[in-house]
């Protein structure tokens, strides 16, 4: 998760590009020829709304991307969306220790939890002779039981500043692929970071990306700020994307050096000195169901990590861990989701999701294991445009085998039963 302070340096040098980069995209502007509309990447705003943004499933017109309020900035377009919401969870204890994941991602062992979340995010774009010039930045604030603080976290959550195929920002890592409408947790390979990425268009449905991702653990003091450019050890990044109407298809994949040079904080443990090479690959598909309902839609991804198991839908990376139990072999594991969207009217829509982890870890002194599988049901009812109410049912089966005197994982093994009741509003 992102460092819950904010950097006042980094927040100046952050205005400060995204000052930069105006005054660069402003200079560089080139009308048409002739003086006519812009070109269709303008994004220009016509009546609160972006004429030629729309979403998955939409027709041109753009008059059903309702999202956020836009508004025209000279020759471009800025669009300010803002949502709160309540949750409150309440959990089953079948075996072991009951923990719920908050809103905020926080922990708790109580058998209820109640989260309050207020968010915001500003976005503008134009069009300029180098290609679409386009800005981002998001915040947070939100409170949680048993979050750790007494009047909640105010956070950002991200940013980017991006001028053609290029941007620059904390941002999605380009393993980040399948997206679920769920109010508890999956298993899933998306995670943020600190990102330098180049997109290209090989035709109307190909895309290919490369890029290099900071921020992964390569000590057990690392600095996850996301204001943070520290590539001294960066992870390199690649992505196809192939998307047409009938079919969505993903493919990526991550190199990094892991460096286990660090002597052990225990005298009495051996020292195995190393450097590794980490990698994870990952496969992912969305399909429409329009035979079902025009908006239904599965969707499924699948990923492979060797000393890259953040990748793989867990915090736990090895490295965090090497002062105090050295590793004699790469930790490996496997993570895949899949989910299904059904809308059974304008006014109620449902989900269900399956999501499956396992990781093995090859320590001087164990050999932990640990599975976990997830599953979850809800239903949707939104009586009114920027509304909706939700329910949930969930389930979780979390099992962890230390297999020797010392433990990777943290956390105990049991089973549990999660119910969750939302509500929301949003711009």
């Not at 719920?100 to 939890?113: A, F, H, K, L, Y």
């Not at 653990?217 to 047409?244: Q, V």
């Not at 990748?311 to 002062?323: A, E, F, K, P, R």
Request: charged letters at 20%; glycine letters at 12%.
């Amino acid at each position: 998760m992102a460092s819950r302070g904010v950097d006042r340096a980094g927040a100046r040098l952050l205005w400060l590009l995204m000052t930069m980069a105006v005054a660069f995209a402003g200079s560089s502007y080139a009308a048409p020829k002739g003086g006519g509309a812009k070109s269709a990447g303008a994004a220009p705003c016509q009546n609160g709304k972006t004429a030629d943004i729309k979403k998955d499933g939409e027709d041109d017109s753009g008059d059903d991307d309702d999202e956020g309020v836009r508004f025209a900035v000279g020759d471009g377009c800025g669009k300010l969306t803002a949502g709160v919401s309540y949750t409150y969870q309440a959990t089953k204890q079948i075996a072991g220790v009951p923990r719920i994941v908050n809103r905020n991602g926080t922990v708790t062992q109580n058998t209820m939890s109640q989260s309050v979340t207020a968010s915001s995010g500003l976005e503008y774009s134009r069009q300029t002779s180098l290609g679409e010039f386009k800005t981002t930045i998001g915040g947070e604030w939100s409170k949680s039981t048993d979050d750790g603080t007494t009047n909640g976290s105010a956070y950002f959550t991200g940013w980017s500043v991006g001028l053609g195929g290029l941007t620059v920002g904390y941002t999605g890592s380009l393993m980040s692929f399948w997206e679920g409408n769920f109010l508890t947790s999956a298993s899933s390979p998306g995670r943020s970071a600190t990102t330098v990425v180049y997109e290209h268009a090989l035709d109307d449905a190909n895309k290919i990306a490369v890029g290099l991702e900071s921020n992964l653990p390569t000590s057990p003091n690392a600095d996850t700020n996301i204001w943070a450019f520290d590539f001294s050890n960066p992870i390199y990044s690649l992505r196809w994307r192939r998307e047409t109407d009938a079919l969505t298809t993903h493919v990526s994949g991550v190199v990094r050096r892991v460096d286990f040079s660090r002597s052990p904080l225990l005298p009495q443990i051996s020292s195995t000195d190393t450097d590794r090479i980490g990698w994870a690959g990952s496969f992912g598909l969305k399909v429409p169901i329009k035979f079902i309902t025009d908006g239904d839609e599965a969707s499924f991804q699948a990923t492979y990590a060797v000393d890259a198991s953040s990748y793989l839908g867990t915090t736990n990376d090895l490295v965090t861990y090497q002062n105090v139990v050295r590793s004699t072999g790469p930790t490996k594991g496997w993570s895949a989701v899949a989910s299904y969207h059904h809308e059974w009217s304008d006014e109620f829509e449902s989900n269900v999701f399956a999501s499956f982890v396992a990781v093995k870890a090859d320590l001087l002194l164990a050999k932990p294991e640990s599975a976990t599988f997830r599953s979850a049901v809800n239903l949707y009812w939104k009586p009114i445009d920027h509304l909706k109410f939700g329910v949930e049912f969930g389930y979780v089966d979390m099992t962890i085998a230390p297999n020797g005197n010392a433990g990777y994982f943290t956390g105990n093994s049991g089973r549990a039963y999660i119910g969750t009741l939302s509500v929301s509003a949003e711009l």
